[in-house]
Nanobody
Framework: QVQLVESGGGMVQAGGSLRLSCTAS???????MGWFRQAPGKEREFVAH????????EYADSVKGRFTISRDNALKTVWLQMNSLKPEDTGVYFC??????????????????WGQGTRVTVSS
């Protein structure tokens, strides 16, 4: 059973930065990885995706230019660097392993393993 463990969440003022990490127990280097978030009272939404070798990245429009996703397959770790944070970035952030066979990346159904989430709170 694949386990994904996130860390790095916390409280930060608007304009600040945080770096989230997600480490997999196994089965990492051939899979795309994604980050999602869920704000209170809202549905989980796509944030970013990175291809298996880091050669491709995709972002939600709301975070483009502020967030950067990266990975190190030797460490079985994916990161989400979040800069210029806004109060609307507040939520629980989840990393997820993409299903090997799906060609899309922005839906929750495209992913088959999820971490427990790490909370990010951005104050104004």
């Amino acid at each position: 059973q694949v386990q994904l463990v996130e860390s790095g969440g916390g409280m930060v003022q608007a304009g600040g930065s945080l770096r989230l990490s997600c480490t997999a127990s196994e089965g990492f280097h051939i899979y795309g990885m994604g980050w999602f978030r869920q704000a209170p009272g809202k549905e989980r939404e796509f944030v970013a995706h990175i291809g298996w070798n880091g050669g491709s990245t995709e972002y939600a429009d709301s975070v483009k230019g502020r967030f950067t996703i990266s990975r190190d397959n030797a460490l079985k770790t994916v990161w989400l660097q979040m800069n210029s944070l806004k109060p609307e970035d507040t939520g629980v952030y989840f990393c997820a392993r993409k299903n090997y066979w799906t060609s899309t990346y922005h839906g929750s159904r495209d992913y088959d393993y999820w971490g427990q989430g790490t909370r990010v709170t951005v104050s104004s």
